[in-house]
């Protein structure tokens, strides 16, 4: 049963660099039985997909965060990484990352919070 | 990459059955058997209830069922329990991007 744990930083000053880690247990980072993604939930709203990588070390990014967005794996970690570029306060949000062919398996979530 | 359309509430009695829309398009919903469906309860990280259109993952109740019909896919709570109450989100694939619903609070009276 795969385990997921988000770590970071709770507060970025705007224009800066959001940076998250998300570390895996249960299971490999390398396995080709599962996706690797981002996904992040303002206050009071919906779920957006952020971006998901695959085994084959392909990325792929929400056309709307696209220019910002980094996704990146330390396999010797067993870990995957968010980077988001220029932050304002409309990146506020709980940052979840998940796991799965759907996806199965989630973090417990962290807050991150844009403010200077 | 537009959300997917779901109603904001669907509420019913204890014991009832509920069934909550998820709208989409012909890039998403409609082109590919990839819809999924997650159950999250507040202050908590959602849940995978429903994966490839209907398919049920271990340990998740046969009271939740997942269908599609075109554009539109659809999950069927049946035998309402008060633990059921929470917010319900849709997924689709679109290829190779992924798009969520908007989201449907489901409220057990």
């Known amino acids: 049963q795969l385990q997921l744990q988000e770590s970071g930083p709770g507060l970025v000053k705007p224009s800066e660099t959001l940076s998250l880690t998300c570390t895996v247990s249960g299971g490999s980072i390398t396995s080709s039985s599962y996706y690797w993604g981002w996904i992040r939930q303002s206050p009071g709203k919906g779920l957006e997909w952020i971006g998901s990588?695959?085994?084959?070390?392909?990325?792929y990014y929400n056309p709307s965060l696209k220019s910002r967005v980094i996704i990146s794996v330390d396999t010797s970690k067993n870990q995957f990484s968010l980077k988001l570029n220029f932050v304002t306060a409309a990146d506020t949000a709980v940052y979840y990352c998940?796991?799965?062919?759907?996806?199965?398996?989630w973090g417990q979530g962290t807050m991150v919070t844009v403010s200077s | 990459q537009s959300a997917l359309t779901q109603p904001a509430s669907v509420s019913g009695s204890p014991g009832q059955s509920i069934t909550i829309s998820c709208t989409g398009a012909s890039s998403d919903v409609d082109n590919y058997n990839l819809v999924s469906w997650y159950q999250q309860h507040p202050g908590k990280a959602p849940k995978l209830m429903i994966y490839d259109d209907y398919k049920r993952p271990s340990g998740v109740s046969a009271r939740f069922s997942g269908s599609k019909s075109g554009d539109t896919a659809s999950l069927t709570i049946s035998g309402l329990q008060a633990e059921d109450e929470a917010d319900y989100y849709c997924c689709s694939y679109a290829g190779p991007f992924y798009v969520f619903g908007t989201g449907t609070k489901v409220t057990v009276l």
């Open positions: 998940a796991a799965g062919l759907a996806f199965d398996f």
């Open positions: 990588m695959y085994g084959s070390g392909s990325y």
